[in-house]
Each structure stands twice: as C-alpha cells, then as structure tokens.
C-alpha cells in the first residue's frame, strides 16, 4: 500500500521542527548560559568595587514571573565550574578597575584594553562567557 504525499510531507515537516527545535533549545540555553555568567559579573564588580548588593529579581520587569529555577539555584548553576575560570575573571576584573583609574588619569589605555581582550577571549575559550 503506497504511502500519501502528505503523509510523506507531514513526516518531512516533522523532522525538520524536530531538528529546529532542538537548535533553538541549545542556542537559547548558550545565551542564557552567557547572560548569567555577564550578570554574575556585573553582581561581582557592583560588589567588589562599589560595596552594593544587587539581588537577582523573583519576577521580570513587565510583570511576568519568570519560567526559570529560582535565584540561587541558577546563581550556583552558572557559577564559574573550575579554578581556572575563577581565575580569569579575577584578573579581568581587575584589568577593567586599571582601564577605569588609567581613563580616569588620562594614561594611555590601549594597553589595558588589550589585555582585557585578551582575558575575554581566554575566558570565552575556557567555557566562561561571552562579552557583551
């Protein structure tokens, strides 16, 4: 009994929202993964250089309550995984507070910026985050 060409283009179709499906889900999670790990850093360096305290939000800003794991579970779930990461993003933090002091003294920041390129680049290699 021959299959139907609707049948056919109905199982092609499928197969193609399968596959986009599961490409958005893995480009949905890697961006989600890279705005934390930024947020994380912001929440550092407001921290760190600033002394305040910024707590994740429990809803979004229109109102809607985020489909997400509560706060701290997805501050530990994106938190730096190895050492190594932690490292880098010491000592980029420390390159932007230089580039802010240097710009401030009007020094020469080409240097600096350099630097904080290449800390990005190495951090974004190690699995860290995206810069923005």
Do not use: C, W
């Not at 929440?43 to 002394?51: C, I, M, N, T, Y």
């Not at 050492?83 to 580039?99: D, G, N």
């Amino acid at each position: 009994m021959p299959v139907s060409l609707t049948i056919d283009q109905y199982r092609d179709a499928k197969t193609t929202y399968e596959k986009l499906r599961n490409q958005a889900k893995k480009e949905l999670i890697a961006r989600y993964q890279e705005l934390a790990n930024e947020l994380l850093l912001v929440q550092q360096e407001l921290r760190e250089d600033f002394g305040h305290k910024v707590t994740m939000p429990t809803k979004a800003r229109n109102g809607h309550v985020k489909k997400t794991a509560p706060p701290a579970k997805a501050e530990t779930a994106v938190a730096p995984s190895s050492p190594k990461i932690t490292a880098i993003e010491k000592k980029l933090v420390a390159e932007k507070k230089k580039l802010a002091d240097a710009q401030a003294a009007n020094k020469p920041v080409k240097p600096i910026e350099d630097r904080i390129y290449e800390l990005e680049d190495e951090l974004r290699l190690a699995g860290g985050y995206t810069a923005a």
